[in-house]
């Protein structure tokens, strides 16, 4: 595990400097950074912080690239789809946080703790990480899946404003003291609507049968990930004023026979996964306990009491920092997988 040359394509972003933080604090073997961002960034003479030194940034060209062991990409779609195939032509395995690649057949969709095994199956020179929202719900999902066997999935989200970068935190933030101010919000993005004091149930553009593209990503990559191409998934995505970690409100059917008692002791063993269920003393998950730490909270779990006679579904409730374990964190562990 020598060190290696490790490369953030978007790395004065919220998820780039995520990603840096969770470099440093899981040791991994870096024996140099290269951060790489915008003109502007350049322009304006932006650092970013590693191991107590202050690295300038560079604006990424193909010769740049060459060198580099790993590329975390923490960018859109559209800079993912054009950069990564140029990065990984000059040698660097690339680990990708966009939706550009996590659909394509030979690019993996990895979750360690679910399928660490498909990092093997690199054709294109790119991994790509998963939706934040679908990290947090399959990751408690994985293992009841593997009890009962997993046919079906109900899932509401509550996403925190910051899944939408730090455009997202600084206008909830704007609002937030608009609001306590007794002013008018005015215009409002990156949200279509005002989100304090609010919810927006959108998040996405509308996709087919009135679903939003947040929600078919859910659909689309859980199955991929947990290799399942039939799992019947119902989503909706709620934008929520919280400022960080996402939560979810699932109901799961399986195959066979399934006990509240026998999910609680599955799920207190399962990696990434921390139980918190004592509905009486009033603990459960919430996004303020869950923010700023890696492991997925589960707790409110129960019986469906909805179920048909003959079906075997349990509902619970989860909350999970999603630019740690549902971005960041989920890169370097990609990564802790290959070396």
């Known amino acids: 595990m020598s060190g290696k040359v490790i490369g953030i394509l978007g790395a004065t972003g919220v998820v780039g400097t995520q ?27 932006r650092t970013v912080s590693f191991r107590g030194e202050q690295i300038p940034v ?10 580099l062991d790993i590329l975390f990409s923490a960018v859109g779609d559209d800079l993912a789809e054009q950069e990564l195939p140029v990065a990984a032509a000059a040698g660097a395995l690339c680990i990708d946080n966009s939706h550009a690649w996590r659909m394509d057949p030979d690019v993996p969709l990895v979750v360690p703790e679910i399928n660490p095994d498909d990092v ?3 054709r294109k020179g790119i991994i790509a990480n998963p939706n934040c929202a679908t990290i947090i719900g399959i990751v408690p999902l994985w293992p009841l899946h593997r009890a009962w066997g997993l046919e079906r999935i109900i ?12 455009p997202g935190l600084d206008e909830l933030d ?55 191409p039939d799992l019947r998934v119902n989503c909706t995505c709620v934008r929520v004023p919280v400022a ?3 939560s979810e409100s699932i109901t799961a059917e399986f ?28 603990v459960y998950p919430m996004p303020l306990d869950t923010s700023d730490q890696d492991l997925v909270w589960v707790g409110r779990i129960r019986k469906d009491t909805s179920a048909p006679e003959g079906t075997h579904s349990l509902t619970f409730w989860c909350c999970g920092d999603q630019i740690r374990k549902g971005a960041a964190t989920n890169a370097v562990q990609i990564a802790e997988l290959l070396v």
């Open 58 to 67: 560079q604006v990424a060209t193909p010769e740049r690239y060459a060198g």
């Open 155 to 166: 899932c509401s989200t509550y996403q925190a404003a910051s899944g939408a970068g730090k």
């Open 120 to 122: 093997r199956q690199v």
């Open 255 to 282: 195959e066979r026979p399934v006990s509240v008692e026998e999910a609680r002791e599955i799920l207190a063993a399962a990696p990434g996964v921390k139980l918190v269920d004592d509905l009486p003393d009033h």
């Open 19 to 45: 990603m840096l933080q969770c470099l440093e604090e899981r040791d991994f073997p870096v024996g140099r950074v290269v951060p790489f961002a915008s003109q502007r960034s350049v322009d304006a003479g």
């Open 174 to 228: 704007r609002e937030t003291r608009c609001v306590a101010a007794g002013e008018p919000v005015g215009e409002t993005s990156p949200f279509q609507y005002q989100l304090a004091m609010n919810l927006i149930p959108q998040i996405g553009s509308q996709k087919e049968e009135g679903y939003t593209s947040e929600e078919v990503k859910m659909l689309h990559e859980g199955r991929k990930i947990m290799h399942l």
């Open 244 to 246: 960080r970690s996402h």
